[in-house]
């Protein structure tokens, strides 16, 4: 390779910085939007009084649950086999051990969520109908210690992750607008 060559693809790394693969891309941005609608959909849900419409606003909160819970179990294995592009070289030390205990809590938090609302409803026989379309399998039995418990573990990961969502959203504007460093491209769209 020439110097030109090389000086032309160093060149397209600062535009076009290393990627993750398209299906991590397009399974991080669909999980976001489930994540955010079903933070949304819940709230609202536990500000209705009991209705048979807050049971129905309810099977869409868990509908969401249950499908970012699968995505998410698809997204580490896309994980796995695509592996992730190399740090953009500007990161120090520090930042690159806070991202990835940022990315590890956020995996273990959109993993737990889901489990305990599916556990807090299945110990407490609430109905799992996904999306009204069909019934989802209650895997734990009726238990109210269980189903106490579960629903006090989702409210606490509740705001765990949405601590934890507000600091992943402001460290990507953060390489966005200010250190323009293209750690956000790695995940967001081209250009």
């Known amino acids: 390779m020439t110097a030109l060559t ?9 535009v076009y910085p290393p990627r993750h693969a398209p299906a991590l891309r397009a399974l991080h941005w669909t999980i976001a939007l489930l994540i955010f609608a079903a933070i949304a959909v819940g709230i609202a849900a536990i500000n209705l009084p009991r209705s048979p419409f807050r049971v129905e606003v309810m099977t ?4 969401l649950g249950v499908t970012v819970l699968a995505l998410v179990v698809a997204r580490v294995l896309v994980r796995l086999a695509t592996g992730a592009p190399p740090h953009v070289p500007s990161l120090d030390v520090v930042t690159r051990y806070a991202s ?9 938090l959109m993993l737990a969520m889901p489990i305990s ?9 609430h109905a799992l109908d996904w999306f009204g379309l069909f019934p989802m ?7 109210p210690a269980i189903d106490r418990s579960a629903g006090e573990a989702h409210y606490v990961l509740a705001w765990a992750i949405g601590a934890v969502i507000t600091l992943h959203v402001a460290a990507a504007l953060w390489h966005l607008l200010v250190k323009k460093d293209n750690v956000f491209a790695r995940m967001g769209p081209r250009g």
């Open 6 to 14: 090389a000086s032309r693809v160093d060149a397209r790394a600062d």
């Open 100 to 108: 990835k205990l940022a990315h590890f809590a956020l995996y273990v």
């Open 137 to 143: 399998p209650m895997w734990v039995g009726a238990d």
């Open 117 to 125: 609302g599916y556990v807090h409803s299945s110990a407490g026989q």
């Open 60 to 63: 869409v909160h868990k509908s």
